[in-house]
């Protein structure tokens, strides 16, 4: 059996997570739901599927051997490759900041610039902010509510 | 999302069910739902994913049933494009997910849970409403284990090699809340860990505090966790250092999880252009620790590396402390302040209150009557209008309140709807917009504390939101018009302590436009950083420094006073005014802000010989003496003119010299890394010396774990000594004898060391003085205290006070400058502003007062003060409200107190300040004779309130 | 005590705690009896001995502060 969360295999395989969410709910990636946000498949039925997709062997092999949960690490691009809109020149700097994340460093770093004069954009890509920290219980070491 | 209540309607009809990843799978969602109760913005959320017509094209249940139509199926994702000066990344961490290692069973065994899944398990808002069961047969687990390392310190099926910092000290957290959550003697909590980190501040005595309340800790790495009997509960095979191997039963585990970078991390690395470190952090360097390798791109939190909640916070703070010098000449060129129309003065008018009784859609009439309430409402004294809206706090009602103002004369407004704590600041605004002061309101919560919580009773609900409304009624009736004071802010700071920590502050601070003065004891800047060579990282320290002396001495906005002493401070934030003495010349400054960074100092050992002989040395002695030289040795093989030292045969080190003993019982989070440093750096230049680390737990936290693991490779030897067995040292002629036992092979090992180096703690500078003039706290040890050791690492519980560097607790070069940098933005926060506006809700005197000073103690913010004053004058400092309503007593005094000063006579009562006051009360709890109260909670109004209550 | 007795209760709840509890029971919809009547303080320090003794004085059945 090989178990897996869709996040992983996703970013494993190069595809998007929807992209994986779909083949397991049309029924192409025979998948079952097991624990949290898992699913777990036959070996096999999986590396049938891969052979379908055209997915090259030695990553099915990565991923049948359990080391993929880590992804891999983004190859480093060219700077001078990106596109990237002309950069605007400007005489004076912008008195704005984006702070990408909503976790407690990003939410402290947005409050101290918005407190000292700047506009802030703060980037969330999920529903609240609050981050790793609104899970936690309490914290050491005081036993403090986390909340 | 303007239109959402968060009534929380969309999701109870909502038929989707899915893993709720907030409690980790634990339990369920809706596919429309809130992150959590308390979540910001409290906005309900479609999952696109999950939702039943986003995936299939059919339901729409929710859009029925929302009462405010918030719901916008047509709503398409957008690109919008922002231009910033600067950008901060904060994406955080990936929680390491276990399931690839099948020795522990995590997703097959219901009883092994993540330390995030036990996380959410004892939580209160957590999926068991925080009572602890166990997964598989939903018992009260008694006995509970804890797997230490799981996807750190290891390269077997992750790739994460350093430690994560944070997982000790959660699971001894971890153990010692859940004690609290189960009863019974039979309760036993074992933590399976390789070596104890707990290197931060007041860690060590949370740990040995731990111990004493019965927490096993087992120095193991299990190696299979089989499932119990009868499929619940697990089994755990483990081999101690002894080598003996045990297997023992478990009613569940807990997997000790890691910090890991996630794949969308490292995606948005990848957006941005900059470079990630081998474990796929940011990278950074230790002199500047939130750059990133692009310009105007800057890093923090678990991105960078692993770390706990504070120094995430410190480094945020650093984060923007960097941003805003990048932009300061931009600052306030794209923010804005509203301002509003002067307010009527309302004195002498009689209270005409106007009730405003929220429907909230159904989520208040379903269960109370709220047409009762407001035909109640009606009859209630002073009472002049009433109204009941679909939404009170709907844009139209805000402009009906303000119509409905003016109409009627109404001078209080009485909202009963939902929370004051979501809700008072937009009626506040409204009334201010109607020119009404705008605490003349006030609210009944007739949502989440009635209508929300006793459902299934409508008429007990529908009469206590008259009880409600007739308590917010009475409590109105009492209130006057609240001041909120404004102080001039003198845009200055003061840095204590001229180290690395206190010259990256100042230059921060400055370089963001404000004066700033460094004060420095001795009669150079430097500090410590003056003995180190190399940061942990390899960077050289002598070049960074000199650079930053030459900034620091030449920059327009900085003075520095060496030689100079703090003698007396008076004032609080924003206005603080001091007399230093300078090279024995008294000045007298004054600031808005100061940066305590005092520093701290290598600890002179009393043990092991030291002081006997020139072969036993210390960290830093050893640098300067031997290291130089092994480095300079091997550099320049061909050079060997100046006294040539022989490269030693034997270098042993014995750490926690002086840390984590019973007089100064605190790690001192260096000295692990500094040894590891200097081993391997002895080993690079030297193979043949034997080196030996002689420790009790290695503490190479975070990504210095690397550190220990190229030490060991290069073959260092580490033998770990219990603390009632140190090591044993003798004075030879020709070699120091050392003799420890080695826990492994348990026999004990001589070894004949050229030189021993003890690893001595950090000691806190003198801080006494400082903590006197300035009020503010240390810790037993001498630690300069923060104001919360989580979210305010840089505070100091004096407002208008920061600190940082190890004069907080001891720290590496990059911590102190985050650290330092922190205490620059925090300082920038209250420089920034030309003045100050200070809450409404704060303490003030009464003529009653008669200087009794009981409250003077009882402050926890020392904003009380007792001072003679001319009778005379009393008027002066309270408010006009509260005068009004003491008009006839104040009246008597005034001529009480002009006879007295006809005889020159004073009397005494305290005195409070405003800026350094929050509201809290204490005193005005402890005062036997309603001589100090708080606005916007006076005995009127809160009496008025209870004797409504129970009317 | 006979099963009608609906006890008068007055709570005094700290504005950062217990009163944020109470509304988060309301978010979370937790039911409990509706016999307490709340007063917000801004902090459970600041209830004066006076305000709980004429709580009882004037009829309450019990007085809870909670901080």
Same mark, same amino acid.
């Given at each position: 059996m090989l178990i897996f969360n869709v996040g992983a295999l996703a970013n494993q395989l190069g595809v998007h997570r929807n992209t994986v969410t779909n083949w397991i709910k049309s029924g192409k990636l025979a998948a079952e739901t097991t624990a949290a946000k898992k699913y777990a498949i036959e070996k096999d039925i999986f590396r049938r599927f891969c052979i379908g997709e055209h997915i090259p062997d030695e990553i099915v092999e990565k991923i049948l051997t359990g080391a993929f949960e880590k992804p891999t690490a983004p190859k480093p691009r060219n700077l001078h490759n990106i596109p990237q809109r002309e950069p605007i020149m400007r005489k004076k700097n912008l008195g704005s900041v984006m702070v990408v994340g909503g976790g407690i460093a990003g939410i402290q770093s947005t409050l101290d610039l918005a407190d000292s004069g700047y506009y802030v954009y703060l980037i969330e890509k999920s529903p609240g902010i609050g981050g790793a920290m609104a899970q936690l219980d309490k914290t050491f070491p005081t036993n403090d509510c986390a909340m | 999302m303007e239109k959402c209540i968060a009534c929380g309607l969309c999701a109870e009809k909502c038929p989707k069910k899915v893993d709720d990843e907030f409690n980790m799978g634990i339990s369920k969602r809706k596919a429309v739902y809130i992150k959590y109760g308390q979540a910001v913005p409290l906005k309900y959320a479609i999952d696109p994913e999950q939702c039943i017509y986003l995936t299939r094209g059919k339901c729409r249940a929710c859009e029925k049933f929302c009462p405010t139509g918030?719901?916008?199926?047509?709503d398409k994702e957008e690109i919008v494009t922002i231009d910033v000066g600067s950008v901060i990344l904060a994406p955080g961490f990936k929680p390491f997910d276990p399931s690839v290692y099948d020795v522990y069973g995590y997703g097959k065994i219901e009883d092994v849970v993540t330390s995030l899944d036990y996380e959410r398990l004892l939580s209160a808002s957590g999926p068991n409403m925080g009572h602890l069961i166990r997964p598989s047969d939903h018992q009260e687990p008694k006995k509970i284990a804890w797997l230490q390392c799981v996807g750190s310190r290891n390269n077997n099926r992750c790739d994460n090699t350093y430690c994560s910092s944070v997982c000790c000290m959660y699971a001894i957290k971890q153990a010692l809340v859940t004690a609290e959550h189960l009863s019974g003697d039979d309760i036993s909590q074992t933590i399976f860990f390789m070596d104890l980190r707990s290197h931060g501040k007041d860690f060590e005595g949370y740990y040995e505090n731990a111990k004493t309340k019965g927490v096993n800790f087992v120095r193991a790495r299990p190696h299979t966790i089989d499932p119990g009997p009868e499929g619940v509960g697990v089994s755990i095979r483990f081999t101690t250092e002894t080598g003996e191997t045990f297997e023992e039963l478990f009613d569940m585990a807990v997997l000790s999880i890691g910090l890991e970078a996630s794949g969308d991390s490292m995606a948005l690395a990848d957006t941005f252009g900059i470079e990630l470190d081998m474990h796929h952090f940011a990278k950074t360097g230790?002199?500047?620790?939130?750059?990133?390798? /692009? +310009?105007g791109v800057f890093v923090t939190g678990a991105f960078q590396a692993p770390k706990a909640i504070p120094r995430s916070v410190a480094q945020a703070s650093a984060a923007a402390s960097s941003a805003a010098t990048l932009l300061a000449d931009a600052r306030g060129s794209m923010t804005r302040n509203k301002e509003w129309p002067e307010p009527r003065d309302i004195r002498g008018e009689t209270p005409a209150i106007g009730v405003f009784v929220c429907s909230c859609g159904i989520n208040i009439s379903n269960v109370v009557d709220v047409e009762a309430v407001a035909k109640y409402a009606a009859t209630l004294p002073n009472v002049v209008h009433v109204e009941n809206n679909l939404f009170t706090c709907s844009a139209d009602t805000q402009e009906l309140i303000a119509e409905k103002i003016k109409e009627h004369g109404l001078n209080r407004i009485v909202i009963a709807a939902c929370t004051p704590r979501t809700h008072e600041p937009l009626f506040q605004e409204t009334l201010k917009d109607a020119k009404l002061n705008g605490f003349m309101v006030e609210m009944a919560n007739i949502r989440n504390q009635n209508a929300w919580v006793h459902q299934r009773e409508p008429e007990k609900a529908t009469q206590k939101a008259k009880d409600q409304v007739r308590m917010a009624v009475a409590k109105i009736t009492y209130s006057s018009p609240l001041n909120q004071e404004t102080l001039n802010v003198t845009p200055k700071a003061l840095v204590v302590g001229g180290g690395i920590a206190g010259m990256t502050s100042a230059l921060a601070i400055a370089d963001q436009g404000f004066e700033t003065l460094i004060m420095e004891?001795?009669? +150079?800047?430097?500090g410590n950083a003056l003995a180190l060579k190399m940061s942990f990282r390899g960077e050289i320290v002598k070049p960074m420094l000199d650079g930053l002396i030459e900034k620091v001495s030449t920059h327009p906005k900085i003075s520095v006073a060496t030689e100079a002493t703090l003698k007396y401070v008076s004032g609080s934030v924003g206005n603080f005014k001091s007399e230093i003495s300078i090279n024995g010349t008294l000045k007298q400054i004054q600031y808005g802000v100061a940066v305590m960074a005092i520093g701290g100092r290598e600890g002179v050992p009393t043990e092991y010989h030291y002081g006997e002989d020139r072969r036993v040395m210390t960290h830093l002695e050893f640098d300067a003496q031997v290291m130089e030289s092994i480095v300079a040795e091997s550099e320049k093989a061909a050079a060997p003119d100046k006294g040539k030292m022989e490269n030693p045969q034997s270098v042993v080190f014995i750490q926690c010299v002086g840390s /984590?003993?019973?007089? /100064?019982?605190? *790690?001192? /989070?260096i000295c692990c890394v500094h040894s590891v440093k200097t081993a391997i750096q002895i080993k690079e230049k030297s193979p043949e010396t034997q080196v030996f680390i002689l420790n009790r737990d290695i503490r190479t936290y975070g990504v210095w774990e690397d550190y220990y693991q190229k030490a060991r490779e290069l073959g260092v030897i580490f033998i770990r000594y219990e603390v009632e067995r140190k090591p044993v040292v003798n004075l030879e002629e020709n070699h120091i004898a050392v003799k420890v036992t080695d826990p492994i092979l348990q026999l004990p090992l001589d070894i004949e060391a050229d030189y021993l180096v003890l690893a001595s703690g950090v000691i806190p500078n003198q801080s006494r003085d400082l903590v006197e003039v300035f009020k503010c706290s240390a810790s037993a040890e001498g630690f300069l205290n923060e104001a919360h050791p989580k979210l305010r690492p840089v505070d100091m519980s004096v407002d208008g006070l920061f600190v940082a560097g190890m004069c907080n607790y001891p720290k590496p070069i990059d911590e102190a400058i985050e650290q330092a940098k922190a205490a620059a933005s925090r300082a920038c926060v209250v420089l920034s502003k030309e003045t100050m506006k200070l809450d409404a809700v704060k303490s003030f005197v009464t003529d009653k007062c008669d200087g009794c000073a009981l409250c003077v103690d009882v402050c926890p913010y020392n904003a009380i003060s007792l001072e003679t004053v001319d009778s005379s004058l009393d008027l002066e400092s309270a408010s006009y409200a509260e005068t009004e309503k003491c008009k006839d007593s104040v009246v008597a005094t005034t001529l009480n107190g002009e006879s007295h000063n006809l005889n020159g006579s004073f009397h005494r009562r305290i005195v409070t300040d405003s800026a350094l006051c929050?509201? *809290?009360?204490i005193c005005f709890a402890t005062c036997p004779k309603e001589g100090i109260m708080v606005h916007g909670f006076t005995m009127n109004e809160l009496k008025a309130q209870v004797t409504a209550a129970i009317a | 005590m006979n099963d009608q007795f609906e006890p008068i209760i007055v709570g005094f709840l700290c504005n950062w705690c217990a009163y944020a509890g109470g509304d988060l029971a309301g978010v979370s919809r937790l039911q409990y009896p509706p016999n307490m009547r709340a007063v917000r303080v801004m902090c459970s320090g600041m209830v004066h001995p006076n305000l709980v003794a004429d709580a009882f004085h004037q009829g309450a059945d019990g007085v809870i502060v909670m901080g």
């Open positions: - | 918030a719901i916008n199926f047509e230790s002199f500047e620790p939130v750059n990133s390798s /692009r +310009t004891k001795n009669n +150079t800047l430097g /984590r003993e019973p007089e /100064r019982p605190y *790690c001192s /989070r929050k509201g *809290c009360g | -």
